[in-house]
């Protein structure tokens, strides 16, 4: 391990977004077991447990996975993608409880290995109708632990941004799992209007804003032909907003063009912490910061100011007559580049 | 959020038009979680009435029999003609486990057959629908006493209805009757098999057109070998074919090895779980 373990900073801004969390939690349990214990008298305490955190789990993993794309949409999601680790660890220990108390109500005290006997009970997996439905949560839960488990940057910086991404997008497989796991599961069992609808509801947001951010973003991200020297035209200086960036893609690689204190700079979007899009971020205090979770570059070299250590790849800038151009040939991270300088008239 | 507005979460405050709109956003979607905890909690399908006295301690005394499955045998009144009337109280285990094992070790010490004996047992009920199980809480110690019976063991009315084709759902009882809710169908299948294969005798719960329920009581030649087959038919609606037959409160249908594999080689449909055909008989 080549990265120390650090523990959690709280911030003010943290604390508040768990605050919230635990808020929503206790409401939703709260309401769950009101209401049950109004309309369905008969539930035992066990089968209170495991629906309520079961679907409490479900609705806290549809708000995870649509805050990235309403980010992409609107910045003005953005809060909420700061601390969505916090959340995704919180649904996780949600999922648990359901987990937990399902094995041990379903599987444990008998002649096999609680752990087996789901795997083994029911073995009708060439039925999609009597399929083992408990299965599918099973893996969906574990995909959760992984990703709880290294949610830590400290295991980012260990695993590396790229192999921890790809972890962490395994929570897509995670959804599906656990969406079969719902149809397979209850819905097919207690057949009800409500859940079937809240179910298709749920699907159809998550579908449809990913396809939405999806094709916004692939808009934006035609790739420009290069001119006689070899140049991209990023646009017109007027379209870069004083501490802000536009982004331009080169070679299939997103790069931001920032203008500054009477200077433009290019570096890599990719923000070395979590992939975060560092052209949709601004200049503060002399650096470019992440709009994602605030890790900040310098735009001339692109290196994070002392004591982090952080490096991006840096690009040539040119400024004619109005018109910024960008080298597409990337420079080793942490590259000092002297930046475009812009004539004040 | 104005154009100049930039969030940055270590920073103690957020700035302030997002800050408002954040407030306005969380307030939706806390609505939107009350809404859906509400209407999930509130359309489950309605749960059976029964009951598992969990931590509540009881002492029933009668004859216990291990045929055609453990039960405890319990003197209700007498008939007209004098005749006793007798109810059987299902016996299973602590957990999944059936609670033959238990007797099969009385009747190695007591040295007599446990229809010569008169058992005190203690353990929890579990009761609804008009059957009533007896969980041995306490495994071997739940046999707190056994005394050899005075007079002669009170007869069992058996009441032969021959073969029979019933269409229904294997259960496992105890859970059916009380220790879990809903204690039926696919959600259940895996605990079902689980107390099954672990030795509690399997039920068909049947319902005729009218839609009332008959509970019967499944056995076969070698129930052990039988219980473990059949316990992965439990969960699905099927038909079995057998001989019916009534033992007090109880409807028996015993199978043959060969229904068993034919059983196993149907093709379960997709529907619900509890049937509308079935049979009907008159008690």
């Known amino acids: 391990m080549g990265h120390r373990y650090t523990a959690v900073?709280?911030?003010?801004?943290?604390?508040?977004?768990?605050?919230?969390?635990?808020?929503?939690?206790?409401?939703?349990?709260?309401?769950?077991?009101?209401t049950a214990r109004f309309l369905s008298p008969g539930i035992?305490?066990?089968t209170m447990v495991i629906r309520a955190t079961g679907s409490l789990a479900l609705l806290m993993l549809h708000v995870i996975l649509s805050i990235g794309p309403l980010c992409r949409l609107n910045r003005r999601f953005l809060p909420?993608?700061?601390?969505?680790?916090?959340?995704g660890v919180s649904m996780f220990v949600i999922a648990a409880i359901h987990g937990v108390f399902s094995v041990l109500q379903f599987h444990s005290l008998g002649n096999v290995n609680p752990l087996v006997s789901v795997f083994a009970s029911n073995q009708d997996y060439d039925s999609l109708h009597n399929f083992p439905f408990q299965t599918l949560g099973f893996l969906g839960l574990t995909i959760f632990f992984l990703m709880a488990a290294t949610s830590h940057d400290f295991w980012l910086a260990n695993l590396g941004p790229r192999f921890w991404k790809t972890l962490h997008m395994m929570v897509y497989?995670?959804?599906?799992?656990?969406?079969?796991?719902?149809?397979?599961?209850?819905v097919q069992s207690e057949p009800s209007v409500i859940l079937v609808t809240l179910l298709g509801a749920g699907f159809l947001w998550i579908s449809g804003l990913h396809l939405w951010a999806g094709f916004k973003e692939a808009a934006a991200d035609r790739e420009k032909s290069l001119d006689r020297r070899g140049y991209v035209l990023v646009g017109e200086l007027g379209q870069i907003p004083e501490n802000g960036a536009v982004t331009v893609v080169v070679n299939g690689e997103k790069v931001a063009v920032f203008r500054y204190d009477g200077k433009l700079s290019a570096i890599s979007n990719v923000c070395k912490h979590q992939n975060g899009p560092l052209g949709e971020g601004k200049i503060v205090d002399g650096c470019?910061?992440?709009?994602?979770?605030g890790y900040q570059y310098l735009p001339h070299n692109g290196c994070s100011p002392p004591?982090?250590?952080?490096?991006?790849?840096?690009?040539?800038?040119?400024?004619?007559?109005?018109?910024?151009?960008?080298?597409?040939?990337?420079?080793?991270e942490g590259t000092t580049r002297n930046p475009a300088i812009i004539r004040q008239n | 959020m104005r154009k100049n507005e930039f969030y940055i979460g270590y920073l103690p405050k957020a700035p302030g038009t997002l800050a408002r709109w954040l407030r306005g956003i969380i307030a939706v979607l806390l609505a939107l979680l009350s809404l859906v905890a509400v209407f999930?909690?509130?359309?489950?399908?309605?749960?059976?009435?029964?009951y598992f006295e969990y931590g509540k301690s009881t002492q029933l005394k009668g004859v216990v029999s291990l045929t055609p499955v453990p039960r405890l045998i319990v003197k209700t009144g007498v008939d007209l003609k004098g005749q006793a009337v007798t109810k059987s109280i299902l016996l299973v285990n602590f957990g999944k486990s059936g609670a033959a094992e238990i007797f099969h070790n009385v009747e190695k010490t007591s040295g007599r057959p446990l229809t010569a004996l008169e058992f005190t047992l203690q353990g929890s009920l579990i009761y609804g629908e008009g059957k009533v199980v007896f969980e041995l809480t306490d495994q071997h110690a739940s046999v707190l006493d056994y005394v050899p019976l005075n007079q002669p063991y009170y007869p069992v009315k058996m009441n032969d209805l021959g073969e029979q084709s019933i269409y229904g759902e294997i259960i496992d009882p105890k859970c059916y009757f009380g220790v879990m809710k809903p204690g039926f169908g696919k959600v259940h299948r895996s605990c079902a098999i689980r107390c099954i294969s672990g030795g509690i005798s399997p039920v068909m719960v049947t319902k005729n057109e009218n839609g009332d329920k008959q509970f019967i009581l499944l056995t076969a030649d070698n129930s052990a070998t039988s219980s473990h087959k059949i316990s992965k038919l439990a969960g699905k609606p099927l038909t079995i074919n057998g001989q019916l037959t009534q033992m007090d409160d109880w409807l028996v249908l015993h199978y043959n090895e060969q229904e068993l594999a034919k059983i196993q080689h149907q093709k379960f449909v997709a529907g619900p779980l509890l049937?509308?055909?079935?049979?009907?008989i008159c008690n």
């Open chain 1, 44 to 46: 035992t305490g066990e």
């Open chain 1, 9 to 34: 900073l709280w911030n003010r801004q943290k604390k508040i977004y768990d605050l919230v969390i635990l808020l929503a939690i206790f409401l939703y349990l709260l309401l769950f077991i009101l």
């Open chain 1, 288 to 293: 470019v910061t992440c709009p994602w979770h």
């Open chain 2, 40 to 50: 999930v909690a509130g359309n489950q399908q309605p749960f059976a009435e029964t």
């Open chain 1, 173 to 186: 497989v995670a959804y599906g799992l656990i969406i079969m796991h719902v149809m397979l599961g209850i």
């Open chain 1, 80 to 87: 909420l993608l700061y601390n969505r680790r916090h959340l």
């Open chain 2, 275 to 280: 049937p509308h055909q079935g049979i009907t």
């Open chain 1, 307 to 332: 004591p982090f250590t952080e490096k991006v790849a840096t690009y040539d800038v040119l400024l004619e007559e109005e018109k910024v151009y960008l080298n597409p040939k990337p420079y080793p």
